[in-house]
């Protein structure tokens, strides 16, 4: 039976194993499918050898790749390299053609969605709709920490979005509602940064209970420690996860990118609340894709992604429909 929400990996989630040569874009598909996701997000310009600009073989092969292994391509995830040429940034005129580029190749290979970066600007933003119509794509922009609806540019990008005929949308990213450290964030300050554990212990627990980090910083902490109060006020802000900013998004979401950095046996992510978010994304009726993108190799590579990303699966299916 098909599901009004279902799993896709974006397979930047796999990065820690295809950049070192231990997956290779097919090993990655393949793991996409024995661990139960029904969709994928290519990260192009990770991926695609010839990027930007991939041929008309690769992308063919990749087709093929994706029938092989029963995977729908989700979404696109275009780059916007400011630093193409050495003494400038890119104009206006190469943004949007660049952009142009990206949903052409998309569309044909089965994409419907192209996720681009706010680099893109709000200006050149809506001057992609006539062409997203043409092609008959849509394009996305991930809204990341610390972003969020209340910064006054994503207001004009979601006005923009109100004007959008359906071909414009937003990703939102769980990290904006991260709410306190994990594990690997908490194993690396201690054991990479030299900070000690009852003081991280207790500074998550001060920042968990509202103490404002200029007060933190007041505190009996050694340099690395004070590093670390910035880092988590930087990362997780206040401590709460706002989810009345859901209300603004999901009436321009067209994916989302289900963040997350560890989860333990338990199958709970104590960092990002999703056993509150997802049935709020399901009682609005949201219907399409939520994508998987572990990031704790940012942390640690001795973690197995695969065995983390099975873990979101199950945690997903779990609070979504009932599934053990």
């Known amino acids: 039976m098909k599901k009004d929400i279902e799993l896709c990996l974006t397979l930047y989630a796999l990065s820690a194993e295809y950049v070192t040569g231990r997956f290779s874009l097919e090993d990655c598909l393949r793991k996409a499918h024995e661990m139960g996701y029904t969709g994928i997000e290519l990260v192009a310009s990770q991926m695609i050898p010839e990027y930007p600009h991939p041929s008309k073989k690769w992308m063919d092969g990749f087709v093929s790749l994706l029938k092989k292994y029963e995977l729908r391509p989700v979404c696109y995830s275009a780059y916007i390299d400011m630093g193409t040429h050495s003494d400038r940034d890119l104009t206006e005129d190469e943004i949007i053609q660049t952009t142009i580029n990206d949903m052409l190749y998309a569309k044909y290979m089965g994409f419907d969605l192209v996720r681009t970066q706010h680099a893109i600007s709000p200006g050149i933003f809506e001057k ?26 994503w207001k004009e990008f979601l006005e923009i979005m109100d004007r959008g005929e359906g071909y414009l949308g937003v990703v939102p990213d769980f990290s904006i509602f991260a709410e306190t450290p994990h594990l690997l964030f908490i194993r690396q300050a201690i054991e990479d940064f030299g900070c000690r554990e009852d003081k991280v212990s207790e500074i998550i627990g001060l920042h968990k209970a509202g103490t404002s980090m200029k007060e933190l910083l007041k505190g009996d902490y050694t340099e690395a420690e004070k590093a670390c109060i910035e ?29 997350f950095w560890y989860l333990g046996e338990d199958e709970i992510d104590h960092t990002i609340p999703c056993h509150k978010i997802l049935p709020v994304i399901k009682a609005t009726g949201y219907k399409g894709y939520l994508a998987s993108e572990y990031e704790g190799h940012h942390f640690s590579d001795t973690i197995d992604s695969c065995k983390q990303l099975k873990r979101w699966v199950n945690m997903s299916n779990r609070i979504l429909y009932g599934e053990n």
């Open 128 to 153: 992609m709709l006539p062409y997203a119509k043409k092609i008959g794509i849509i394009l996305s922009i991930e809204m990341h920490h610390p972003h969020n609806p209340e910064v006054p540019v």
């Open 231 to 259: 880092d988590i006020f930087h990362t997780y802000g206040d401590g709460k996860a706002h989810l009345e900013w859901l209300d603004a998004l999901l009436k321009h979401t067209v994916y989302i990118h289900g963040k």
